[in-house]
């Protein structure tokens, strides 16, 4: 079947700089193999001294699902290689799956307050709900849902790109303290709701209802 990520129209430089940016962010966030977490994650200290497991399990593994995300959505690689669609898939679903979890965790953890913590922690659970619907229609070869609900998923993934365009807006502007709860929520509300205005617009009608 012939599935495509970008809608009718929609700028080839738009969707070419979404793709640059998660994969910069994914490399970038690897930092903590060549030096300290204080050096080069200094808020997150108190995660990785206190949860380990949970902290490197979620840094280690949420980057691979944001690098997969323009391998995935290549329609040229899914036609050429079916195989290794489904390989990175499988790749794709086990990171969200380990990586959303520990991200629950280090939600509960965070040291930035509650309504922070909420944002976190209710995109955690979007996260992993929309990847592990994604996945369960590809398993049944449902795969005008499985192509619906990877879009939400990889909107929901996407998070980690916008939460790193908002947080120096915010700093530079009502400051960190300020700013952080809010863009806990707005990295990805708007992300989701962008990503049903695509489907819809791309089908005329309400996507995830049609077999
Ligand atoms: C989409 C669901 C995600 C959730 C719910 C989530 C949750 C979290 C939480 C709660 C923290 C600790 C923040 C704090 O204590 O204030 C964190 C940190 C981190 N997350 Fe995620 N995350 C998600 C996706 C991703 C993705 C896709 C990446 C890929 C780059 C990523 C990379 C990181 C990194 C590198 C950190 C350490 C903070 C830093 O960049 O300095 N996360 N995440």
Redesign the pocket.
């Given at each position: 079947m012939s599935v495509d990520a970008r809608p009718q129209g929609y700028p080839k430089w738009v969707v070419t700089a979404m793709w640059v940016s998660a994969v910069l962010?994914?490399v970038g966030?690897y930092r903590?193999l060549i030096a300290d977490v204080a050096l080069?994650?200094p808020?997150?200290l108190h995660?990785a001294l206190e949860r380990p497991l949970m902290f490197y399990l979620?840094?280690g593994l949420?980057?691979i699902?944001?690098a997969l995300l323009p391998l995935q959505f290549s329609k040229g690689l899914r036609k050429a290689r079916p195989a290794v669609h489904r390989w990175l898939g499988r790749l794709y679903g086990v990171s969200i799956l380990l990586?959303?979890i520990s991200?629950?965790w280090?939600?509960y953890?965070?040291?930035?307050g509650p309504v922070?913590?909420l944002g976190?922690?209710l995109?955690?659970l979007a996260?992993l709900w929309t990847t592990g619907l994604a996945v369960w229609h590809a398993m049944r070869r449902r795969f005008a849902q499985h192509r619906a609900w990877m879009i939400r998923s990889a909107a929901?993934?996407?998070?980690?790109v916008t939460l790193?365009i908002y947080l120096p807006i915010g700093s530079a502007t009502v400051g960190f303290e300020a700013s952080?709860p809010v863009i806990?929520w707005i990295a990805?509300v708007p992300n989701l709701m962008l990503a049903e205005w695509i489907l819809r617009r791309g089908r005329g009608a309400p996507v995830g209802a049609t077999a």
């Amino acid at each position: 079947m012939s599935v495509d990520a970008r809608p009718q129209g929609y700028p080839k430089w738009v969707v070419t700089a979404m793709w640059v940016s998660a994969v910069l962010i994914a490399v970038g966030s690897y930092r903590f193999l060549i030096a300290d977490v204080a050096l080069v994650m200094p808020a997150m200290l108190h995660h990785a001294l206190e949860r380990p497991l949970m902290f490197y399990l979620h840094i280690g593994l949420a980057p691979i699902a944001l690098a997969l995300l323009p391998l995935q959505f290549s329609k040229g690689l899914r036609k050429a290689r079916p195989a290794v669609h489904r390989w990175l898939g499988r790749l794709y679903g086990v990171s969200i799956l380990l990586a959303g979890i520990s991200g629950i965790w280090l939600a509960y953890t965070t040291e930035e307050g509650p309504v922070a913590a909420l944002g976190l922690a209710l995109l955690a659970l979007a996260w992993l709900w929309t990847t592990g619907l994604a996945v369960w229609h590809a398993m049944r070869r449902r795969f005008a849902q499985h192509r619906a609900w990877m879009i939400r998923s990889a909107a929901l993934t996407l998070a980690a790109v916008t939460l790193r365009i908002y947080l120096p807006i915010g700093s530079a502007t009502v400051g960190f303290e300020a700013s952080y709860p809010v863009i806990c929520w707005i990295a990805w509300v708007p992300n989701l709701m962008l990503a049903e205005w695509i489907l819809r617009r791309g089908r005329g009608a309400p996507v995830g209802a049609t077999a």
